[in-house]
């Protein structure tokens, strides 16, 4: 018998999701701290000047028609800048700033999404094997641990190999949850169960025919 469990497609997408976002955000950012930010700060300058140089010349509606005119002259946006809460240089760096926080962060969603493509855990009434080159026979296994499985779907396989133990990590929140659960209760009936310890057991699955029998 062999049971393959494969990792989760919604996971994959999950780690595309949030990798992405936070790099487009990071984009934003630098369009932000590079580009619109500074524009509004030399728009806004050149708007207390303009406003300044021609207010004992004209009444306040011309000086905002004519700040329209010159505006759109330069391809700028011909609203009136936010004299109010304007932009400042301490607003650019705080661009950069959730940039170098944000880019980072997408980056490690986007290569965690590369290192569990394809990923998948494989046992047979002998041996379990792994994409991640894990290869080791259900005899060598020592410990089960389920101190994680009934509220996290984690189990953790401590094996001897080569002289060292090593680990394996069955995650229902990575792996396909149905064929995983089929994983661990494959290993709990082919290994001593004094080497499951944080948890008992899982009840062995009744057959339809079984089902079938006890009701009638």
Same mark, same amino acid.
């Given at each position: 018998?062999? #049971?393959?469990?494969? *990792?989760?497609?919604?996971?994959?997408?999950r780690?595309?999701? *949030?990798?992405?976002?936070? $790099?487009? %955000?990071?984009?934003?950012? %630098?369009?932000?701290?590079?580009?619109?930010?500074?524009?509004?700060?030399?728009?806004?300058?050149? %708007?207390?000047?303009?406003?300044?140089? /021609?207010?004992? @010349? $004209?009444?306040p509606?011309? #000086?905002?028609?004519?700040? &329209?005119?010159?505006?759109?002259?330069?391809?700028?946006?011909?609203?009136?800048?936010?004299?109010? =809460?304007?932009?400042?240089?301490?607003?650019?760096?705080?661009?950069?700033?959730?940039?170098?926080?944000?880019?980072?962060?997408?980056?490690? %969603?986007l290569?965690?999404? $590369?290192?569990?493509?394809?990923?998948? !855990?494989?046992?047979?009434?002998l041996? *379990?094997?792994?994409?991640?080159? =894990?290869?080791?026979?259900?005899?060598?296994?020592?410990? $089960?641990?389920?101190?994680?499985?009934?509220?996290?779907? !984690?189990?953790?396989? &401590? +094996?001897?190999?080569?002289?060292?133990?090593?680990?394996?990590?069955?995650d229902?929140?990575? +792996?396909?949850?149905?064929?995983?659960?089929?994983?661990?209760? /494959?290993?709990?009936?082919?290994?001593? /169960?004094?080497? !499951?310890?944080?948890g @008992?057991?899982?009840?062995? &699955? &009744?057959t339809?025919?079984?089902?079938?029998?006890?009701s009638?």
């Open positions: 018998m062999t #049971i393959r469990t494969n *990792i989760r497609t919604s996971h994959l997408v780690l595309g999701i *949030i990798g992405l976002f936070c $790099l487009g %955000f990071t984009a934003l950012c %630098f369009y932000d701290g590079l580009v619109r930010y500074p524009s509004q700060i030399v728009q806004l300058e050149e %708007f207390l000047e303009f406003t300044e140089e /021609h207010k004992d @010349k $004209l009444d509606k011309d #000086i905002v028609d004519q700040w &329209k005119e010159l505006a759109a002259s330069k391809g700028w946006p011909t609203n009136r800048p936010n004299v109010e =809460d304007p932009r400042t240089h301490s607003d650019i760096a705080g661009q950069f700033q959730m940039a170098a926080v944000l880019g980072p962060i997408g980056l490690y %969603f290569v965690q999404l $590369l290192r569990y493509r394809g990923r998948w !855990i494989e046992v047979n009434d041996a *379990i094997t792994s994409s991640m080159k =894990d290869q080791f026979e259900l005899s060598q296994i020592v410990e $089960l641990n389920k101190k994680k499985w009934d509220k996290k779907g !984690i189990a953790k396989i &401590k +094996y001897e190999s080569e002289g060292r133990t090593k680990k394996l990590v069955l229902d929140c990575y +792996y396909q949850r149905e064929t995983t659960d089929g994983i661990l209760r /494959h290993i709990e009936q082919h290994i001593d /169960h004094a080497k !499951i310890v944080g @008992k057991p899982e009840p062995v &699955k &009744k339809n025919e079984e089902s079938v029998e006890e009638q």
